[in-house]
C-alpha cells in the first residue's frame, strides 16, 4: 500500500517493503489509471525531489575533490583533471552528438538536461530560454550545481559552499582556463572547458557562458544560431583566436 507523508517539506513514499523498489514514474501511471489524481499530481510534483540528495551530493563532491587537487597539487592540476575527463569521453560524447544537431535541437536537448538539472529558485528545473536575430540564450536563475553552491541552498538550509564548513576553492589567479578570471570556482571551470575542447577540435564552441562573478545573478548559457555570429571576446578570453573563415558579421 503507498503512503506519502511529509519530509523535510516534500512528499516522501512510504510504501509497503515490496513496492518501495517501484519507479514513482509508474506508480504515478498506476495512480491516474485509478483515478486517484491528487495522489498522482503530489507524486508528479516531489517527482525531481527524488533525486535531490544525490544529485546535489555528487555536485558538491565533485567540487570539494577538485578544491583537495587544487590546494595539494596546485591550480594547474584541476584544469589538468577536467581536461583528461571532458577531452576523453564526457565533452567528447556531446561534441559528437551536437555537431550533427541543428541549433534548434541542441536547444532543446540541453532545455532537457537542465530542467534534469533542478534549475531554479525552486530547484524544479525553472529556466528561461529567449531567442534573439543571432542567438537562442538559455538563463539559469541559479544552475542546479555551480549555482546552487555558491548561493547556498535554502530548501536544504544550508549556506553557500564558499564559506564553512565547506570552504570549497577557487581560483586565485587568473587563468586562460578560466576565461581569464581570479576567483571563479574549481567546479564552475569545467564550463570553461566546455568551450575550449569544441574550439579545439572544430574551430568554435558549441555554447558560450556568460561566467557572473555575483552569486546573486543567473548563469546565461549563449547558443549561436551560426558561428560566424560568436563575437571574437569568447575566443580571446580563452587565449584564443577566432579563426579568419568565422569572420564577424
Not at 33 to 43: I, Q
Not at 156 to 162: A, E, G, Q, V, Y
Request: proline fraction near 6%; charge should be negative; aromatic fraction near 10%.
Amino acid at each position: 500500500m503507498l503512503r506519502l507523508s511529509d519530509f523535510a517539506g516534500r512528499v516522501l513514499r512510504e510504501d509497503d517493503i515490496d513496492d518501495l523498489g517501484r519507479p514513482t514514474g509508474e506508480v504515478i501511471e498506476e495512480a491516474i489509471d485509478a483515478g486517484r489524481t491528487d495522489e498522482a499530481k503530489s507524486l508528479a510534483r516531489n517527482l525531481i525531489h527524488e533525486w535531490k540528495g544525490l544529485h546535489d551530493l555528487y555536485c558538491d563532491w565533485v567540487w570539494d575533490l577538485l578544491t583537495k587537487i587544487g590546494r595539494k597539487f596546485g591550480e594547474g592540476e584541476v584544469y589538468a583533471m577536467l581536461r583528461a575527463t571532458q577531452e576523453t569521453w564526457m565533452m567528447k560524447r556531446t561534441w559528437k552528438g551536437f555537431r550533427k544537431m541543428s541549433v534548434e535541437r541542441q536547444v532543446t536537448l540541453t532545455a532537457e538536461m537542465m530542467r534534469a538539472h533542478r534549475c531554479g529558485p525552486r530547484q524544479e528545473g525553472d529556466i528561461d530560454v529567449l531567442e534573439d536575430a543571432e542567438r537562442y540564450t538559455i538563463v539559469m536563475d541559479p544552475c542546479g550545481s555551480g549555482g546552487r553552491m555558491r548561493r547556498g541552498d535554502p530548501m536544504d538550509k544550508t549556506p553557500s559552499r564558499l564559506g564553512p564548513p565547506y570552504n570549497f576553492g577557487s581560483t586565485q589567479e587568473a587563468h586562460w582556463w578560466s576565461w581569464g578570471r581570479k576567483d571563479v570556482p574549481y567546479y564552475c571551470v569545467h564550463c570553461a572547458l566546455n568551450e575550449i575542447l569544441p574550439i579545439e577540435w572544430g574551430g568554435a564552441p558549441l555554447w558560450v557562458t556568460d561566467f557572473d562573478p555575483d552569486h546573486a545573478k543567473p548563469c546565461r548559457w549563449h547558443f549561436y544560431k551560426k558561428p560566424e555570429l560568436i563575437p571574437a571576446e569568447y575566443w580571446t578570453r580563452l587565449g584564443k583566436e577566432k579563426p579568419a573563415h568565422f569572420d564577424d558579421a
